[in-house]
């Protein structure tokens, strides 16, 4: 089986620096795929060997199957890997008018990649007066004009407002499950990529400490926090999988599965439950966990 991304033991330093030391990953086709760590990490050094710009110190990339920096492979992907500069005194479709000449095509379907990354309205406005967010719309649009199969992104919701995370958090699932577009992607804020992402790789000073299904990262890390009364009684039933939480509340160390019958058992045996809920799913505790400084990543 080919991957979208291999990585063989990849290290890069940069004079004294590692940015990257070792690493190793396999993305798969399709879905999307979150490489997240803090800022240092070597996210964006990973993505600039892949794509042929750096050579690494040691080890091997490949892209679609084929080595880094191989044109028949990076014709079938698209990629924004950093802050996007344009022509100020373009429009945004005169913007994508000229790329797409540059890049060969006949007809581009300019219009319907403006209105997927939602700047319609602002089709002929001058790109110097957009935003950031809007010149990373742009450029994804500019990404998207060759039809790629692999969209390679480097911390594509940078810059923009709330309502526009949303839009593109829409756009890239719509993307990946509708076109078949696989997305690799780079970030640190580890909610957006939680919500976004099928799986990830977690990177720490330029080495991988995670790697997995959201889901099954997540899950390992969750906890079910019951207030209830008597707590005694609770941490009976529990034994060994519940630890005092404080505020009369248990922390237990239950599977979703388990749930229902641990609450069913423990109104059985006269226990008032006040509260259930899960605690610590997110990508947040698991990198915590993984490398003992989630600050840095958030
Ligand atoms: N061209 C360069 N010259 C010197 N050092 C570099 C260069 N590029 C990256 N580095 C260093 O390599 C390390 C990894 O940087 P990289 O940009 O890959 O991290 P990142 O995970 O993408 O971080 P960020 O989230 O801040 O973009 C950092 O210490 C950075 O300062």
Partial sequence: MSYALEAATVSKAFGTVKALDGLSLKAPRGGIYGVLGPNGAGKSTLFRIVLGLVRPTSGETRLLGAPAGDIGALRRIGAVIETPRFLPWLTA???????????????????????????????????????????????????LLTQPELLILDEPTSGMDPAGILEMR???????DKDGVTIILASHQLDEVQRVCDRVAILDRGKLVGEGGVDQLTAVHERLRLTAAPIAKVLETLGERGAPDGDGAVLATVTRAEAPGLIRALATSGVDIVEARWIGGDLETVFLNLTGDAADAR
């Fill in 93 to 143: 479709r005169d913007t994508l008018r000229m790329l797409a000449r540059a890049s060969g095509q006949e007809a581009p379907e300019i219009d319907r990649w403006l209105a997927r990354v939602g700047l319609t309205e602002a089709a002929d406005r001058k790109v110097h007066g957009f935003s950031v967010g809007m010149k990373q719309r742009l450029a994804l649009a500019a990404a």
């Fill in 170 to 176: 829409t756009l890239m699932r719509e993307l990946a």
